[in-house]
């Protein structure tokens, strides 16, 4: 067993560093209830965010019901593993579940098509506690980040790891130089994982560990693209940056639209104008690339748009958040309208029997002028959400507002029903003898299930 998991924190005091985090986290599990909202614990990788959750767990005597980005994460399979595991008890004897969803900032692609919204869904039905985790708590969607309380890990300093490491030591009977272990914190960077990975690596074979024996354990130091484009606007060394761009996990062509996006931080105009020179002359070699499939060419567009944004910024820096490219949100926001269209003619093609072609081509106007009367009553009658009820008014916030209040509507409504006493029975007419219509002096005849009353 590797010393990550041999060594991972059992209880809440074991975790190194993050205190205020940690007591926030079991001020929260300690008295929790439905009305509390689900923590979101986000921070770098490696500083013990998912390992406090299971700390927490076993402090609070709850089993954990985990969701990781390696499972398919689509909203049937998020709604059958996490929707169910939030809404009944536990089976253990453990006082609850927790519910913890990893990696909830990396719910995208096919593979998670409808996740975000689910998560938001079970959160409004979970009567078990819920903790998400994610690195970046800015992806996360403004629905989510609503329904949660943020718990922030900051990164840990070198001083607080030396003495887990030492533990570690001490538990496996080896003898470590303190130059040693300084070493290991030093590198980690913060990181509890990647100096214990690195300690490890070390140690293995060895009973005495000194400085020397560090050159094979050193954690691995890609680069981010945060971290490239960053140092081309402070001006780093150009071989440094070509390093970089060699570490980053994305292409030359995403590489180039990042640096474009950041592009308003530069000092001027002119130097703005430098930059589109530099990442234009750039994108020329990249077409090349592709069009050739003749790979070689991408070390020149690098070079390019690398060392000519940073010539271009003249070491000014990036003041701000460095941003994805503007067009990528932009397109995001089209295949999500795309996507809600398509969902809504179905819906609709469904409930008015009338084919989805002939829907979006001839009725859609008149199905928006219509719902724009009375919008409650059309998200009662098509069981529309926000984003539905917004395509056809075309007014986003009152369209969440609709579906805020009819929803706060049906659930007042199931609570006077549920409160309600039942009758004894004794002494009292049953319902079944009453002849239909007593109540009210009017007969209302139910529609067909599934049956439109929008014509």
């Known amino acids: 067993m590797d010393w990550v998991e041999k060594y991972r924190p059992q209880r809440l005091q074991d975790v190194v560093g993050n205190s205020g985090a940690v007591r926030q986290m079991y001020e929260w599990a300690r008295d929790w209830s439905r009305q509390k909202k689900p923590l979101v614990l986000y921070g770098k990788p490696g500083i013990g965010k998912t390992s406090s959750a299971h700390a927490l767990a076993n402090d609070m005597n709850w089993e954990v019901v985990e969701l990781n980005a390696s499972d398919q994460r689509t909203k049937s399979a998020l709604e059958r593993v996490a929707g169910a595991g939030s809404t009944t008890a536990s089976l253990s004897g453990a006082t609850r579940k927790l519910i913890l969803l990893d990696e909830a900032d990396n719910l995208h692609g096919q593979a998670d098509r409808g996740g975000a919204k689910a998560i938001v869904e079970i959160i409004a039905a979970a009567r078990q506690p819920i903790i998400l985790i994610a690195n970046d708590y800015y992806a996360l969607s403004r629905d989510l980040k609503a329904a949660t309380e943020p718990v922030q890990f900051r990164a840990l300093q070198a001083r607080s790891i030396v003495p887990r490491l030492r533990q570690i030591c001490a538990a496996e009977r080896m003898a470590c130089d303190p130059v040693a272990l300084d070493e290991i914190a030093n590198r980690a960077g913060g990181d509890m994982r990647a100096a214990v990975n690195m300690l490890y690596a070390a140690a293995i074979g060895k009973e005495h560990l000194t400085a020397e024996d560090l050159h094979t354990s050193a954690k691995d130091e890609r680069s981010t693209i945060f971290e490239l484009v960053g140092g081309a606007y402070k001006g780093l060394r150009d ?56 790979y070689t060419l991408w070390r020149y567009a690098s070079a390019i748009m690398l060392i000519g944004v940073a010539d271009a910024a003249g070491a000014h820096g990036v003041h701000g958040r460095i941003l994805p490219p503007a067009r990528w949100q932009k397109m995001g926001t089209s295949k999500k309208q795309k996507a809600v ?36 009553t059309y998200v009662r009658e098509f069981q529309l959400d926000a984003d539905e009820l917004a395509l056809l008014i075309h007014d986003r916030a009152m369209a969440t507002k609709v579906v805020k209040d009819v929803a706060k509507e049906e659930k007042a409504k199931e609570k006077k029903i549920s409160g309600k006493e039942k009758p004894s029975g004794k002494g009292r007419k049953t319902r079944d003898n009453d002849p239909p219509g007593d109540d009210s002096g009017d007969v209302q005849q139910d529609l067909p299930p599934g049956q439109a009353t929008l014509f």
């Not at 996990?249 to 995403?254: C, G, V, Y």
């Not at 590489?255 to 750039?282: F, N, T």
């Not at 002939?358 to 409650?376: N, Y």
């Open 239 to 294: 071989a440094d940056l070509l390093r970089m761009a060699v570490q980053v996990e994305d292409t030359p062509d995403a590489v180039e639209q990042w640096l474009e996006g950041s592009i308003d931080h530069m000092p001027d105009s002119a130097s703005r104008a430098k930059g589109y020179a530099c990442l234009s002359r750039a994108d020329e070699f990249i077409g090349r690339t592709y069009r050739r499939q003749y």
């Open 341 to 376: 269209r398509g969902g809504l003619a179905r819906k609709l093609s469904g409930m008015t029997h009338i084919p989805e072609d002939a829907l979006r081509e001839d009725f859609f106007t008149a199905i928006s002028i219509i719902v724009e009367q009375d919008p409650a």
